[in-house]
Every structure is written in structure tokens, then in C-alpha cells.
């Protein structure tokens, strides 16, 4: 029998090859921290369903911020959970709302030591749970999409107003980047950078994000809004309808169960900046399991980054942005 001439495990023999080889890199700079406030709430209240993540009071949440960023985290991503709903989400782009009140705070406090994103929807904010406006005729119900768009342009204007960076549109509304970019530049706000969630699937991993936002449709599902998670090519169109309409940066949503599409995003729009959300229901079963002791919950977390950042996104949203960030400077290189 001869030798192999071949031998793979020659890049594997030491945490140092290994470093030296590695095809994927992460750092914090990579990562984005989502951040929940709560217009009512007197002190932090934790979530059910993802344990270690809560629901801050606007007075709250820059220490929390600070926190973060003490770890090395400068992205967030801010969610609002308002104490008064409607049918029309008035206090989605109230100037004194709880996105807009939680931005001029943050802001204030970490000066530009941080970029401030906003998700731009409704459906925190509609009595009905949806991400637009609903119109009703006889027993059936739409979500009107072009009766949503203004709407939408005046949330994001009420955000960046407030000091945001980036406003993130969720609401899968046809032609809804195009609306931001027009209603940005018409109130002079040409700076202000766009985040399409430009791939976003109607997919059950959202559930501890509806329980965390209270933003679960109080009728129907958003099937006919959100994408059919049996489609892969149809991400396309999605992605290069926000690239003609004018996003900077495009997204994936959720993360682990598209890594496919995450990469055929990436190699069909690789001169545009991919992130990808890992959601809320990614999080809690790795959270899950790893209270369980089923697995390792560290390395688990990380082995998941790194897949996300290899299928092709330059940045993840998630909700283990901090203890990620954490756990790469204590390993030092030593993950894997
Ligand atoms: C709002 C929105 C949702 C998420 C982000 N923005 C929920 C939804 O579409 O139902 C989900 C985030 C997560 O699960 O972590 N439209």
C-alpha cells in the first residue's frame, strides 16, 4: 500500500495552521445587536421565550447600550413596543414616540461611538397586528400596499429626525425602499442609509419575536406579504427590486434555515453589502438546548456565526451580538 500523497490533515495539525488557513473571519465589527423598547415598562422585563433578552424602559436602554458596547458592539437595531395602538400605527411616526424618544436618548449619550438602525413597520403598532394598513370589505381583509407606502416613508423621516443612521424597512411592502429613499431625500435627508429586509420569509422562527414585540396578527398570517420559504429564486427579484429602488445594504431573513439563499444573494449582488437576521426563534432553540446541556450553547453559537458569515453575509443581526463578542475575545482564536 502506498502513501497518500494528498493529506488534508497537514492545514489541521495545529490551532495556529488552522488560524493561519481559516477562510472565514468574524469580529464584533461584524455584528449587529438588536435592542427592545418598551414605551410602559418601569424596568427591564425579560422575555418568556428568549431567555436573557428583554424589553427595556426608554430611560433604560442607553445603559444597556453602553453595556454592549463596553463589549465591543457598536450596531443596534432598535425595536418599539408602543403602550398605545391603532388602526393606522399613529405612534410609529409620533416625533414623541417610543423609537424616536429611545433614539434622541441613545444619541445623546453615545454621541457617534455608535450607529443607530431602526426597523421601519407597523405591526407593533396596529391594533390588528399587521405590518400595513388593513382595509376591510364584507368578511375579507387585505393589507393595502400602496395606501401602507406613505406611511412608511413618514416612520423612517420620524426616525432619522430622531438621529438614526440606518432605517431598516420590514414590512415586505412592494416598492416600500423606493418610498423611504423619496421621503428621505425630500426632507433632505440624503445621508441617511437604507437596509431593505429584502429576503424576508413568513417563517415560524419569528415567534419569540412577536411574544418579545407583541406584534402577532391578531387575524390571518402574513403569507401575502412575506415570502413563501419553498422559494429560493424569487429572493432575486426581491434583492434586485431593493438594489433598483435604491437600498444600500440588503438583507436575509431568517439566517440558519437560508444559508442557501444567502449565498445565491451574495453571488448575484456581490457588489452590495449582505446582512443577515438571525431571528429570534434561531436564538431560542440554541438557547434551549443549551440550558438543557443537549449542546454547547458557546460553541454552538459561534459554529453558527461563522456558517452565516461563510454562506456569504458580511454582518449578522443577532441577539447573541454581546456574549458572541465576549466569547471571541476570551477564546483568542481558539473556537476551533
Ligand atoms: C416586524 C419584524 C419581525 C421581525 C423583525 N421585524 C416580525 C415579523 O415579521 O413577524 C422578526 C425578528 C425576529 O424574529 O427576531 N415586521
Known amino acids: 500500500m502506498g502513501f497518500p500523497t494528498v ?17 472565514t473571519d468574524l469580529g464584533p465589527e461584524r455584528l449587529i445587536a438588536p435592542l427592545f423598547v418598551q414605551e410602559d415598562a418601569r424596568e427591564p422585563v425579560q422575555i418568556e421565550a428568549m431567555p436573557g433578552v428583554y424589553r427595556w424602559p426608554v430611560d433604560a436602554v442607553a445603559d444597556e447600550a453602553k453595556r454592549i458596547l463596553d463589549e465591543g458592539i457598536d450596531k443596534f437595531l432598535i425595536f418599539g413596543i408602543p403602550a398605545r395602538k391603532d388602526e393606522e400605527a399613529s405612534e410609529a411616526y409620533n416625533p414623541h414616540g417610543v423609537v424616536q424618544t429611545a433614539v434622541r436618548k441613545l444619541r445623546k449619550e ?15 403598532y396596529t391594533t390588528h397586528g399587521h405590518c400595513g394598513i388593513v382595509t376591510q370589505s364584507g368578511g ?17 423621516v420620524s426616525h432619522v429626525e430622531a438621529g438614526a443612521d440606518v432605517v431598516a ?10 418610498q423611504l429613499r423619496r421621503s428621505l431625500d425630500e426632507a433632505g435627508f440624503t445621508d441617511a442609509l437604507i437596509m431593505g429586509y429584502s ?4 417563517s415560524s422562527f419569528y415567534g419569540p419575536f412577536r411574544e418579545a414585540a407583541e406584534s402577532a396578527p391578531a387575524f390571518g398570517d402574513r403569507r401575502t406579504y412575506q415570502m413563501d420559504p419553498r422559494n429560493a ?12 429602488e435604491g437600498a444600500d445594504i440588503l438583507m436575509v431573513k431568517p439566517a440558519l434555515p437560508y444559508l442557501d439563499v444567502i449565498r445565491l444573494v451574495k453571488e ?3 457588489q452590495y453589502p449582505l446582512i443577515a437576521y438571525s431571528v429570534s426563534g434561531e436564538y431560542s432553540m440554541m438557547r434551549a438546548a ?44 481558539r473556537v476551533f
Do not use: H
Open 140 to 156: 375579507a381583509w387585505r393589507v393595502d400596499n400602496d395606501r401602507t407606502l406613505p406611511y412608511m416613508g413618514k416612520i423612517a
Open 199 to 202: 429576503v424576508k420569509y413568513a
Open 233 to 244: 429564486m424569487e429572493a432575486l427579484k426581491e434583492a434586485e427590486l431593493d438594489v433598483e
Open 110 to 124: 453615545l454621541g457617534d461611538r455608535a450607529t443607530i438602525m431602526t426597523d421601519v413597520c407597523m405591526c407593533q
Open 7 to 23: 493529506r488534508p490533515r497537514r492545514i489541521r495539525s495545529s490551532q495556529r495552521i488552522r488560524n493561519l488557513v481559516a477562510e
Open 290 to 333: 443549551g440550558e438543557r446541556g443537549w449542546l454547547d450553547e458557546d460553541r454552538a453559537l459561534l459554529e453558527a456565526m461563522y456558517s452565516i458569515r461563510r454562506a456569504g453575509a458580511d454582518a449578522v443581526i443577532t441577539y447573541y451580538a454581546s456574549r458572541a463578542a465576549k466569547l471571541l475575545r476570551e477564546f483568542d482564536g
Open 169 to 178: 424597512p420590514s414590512s415586505m411592502m412592494d416598492g416600500v425602499v423606493g
Open 268 to 270: 448575484a449582488f456581490p
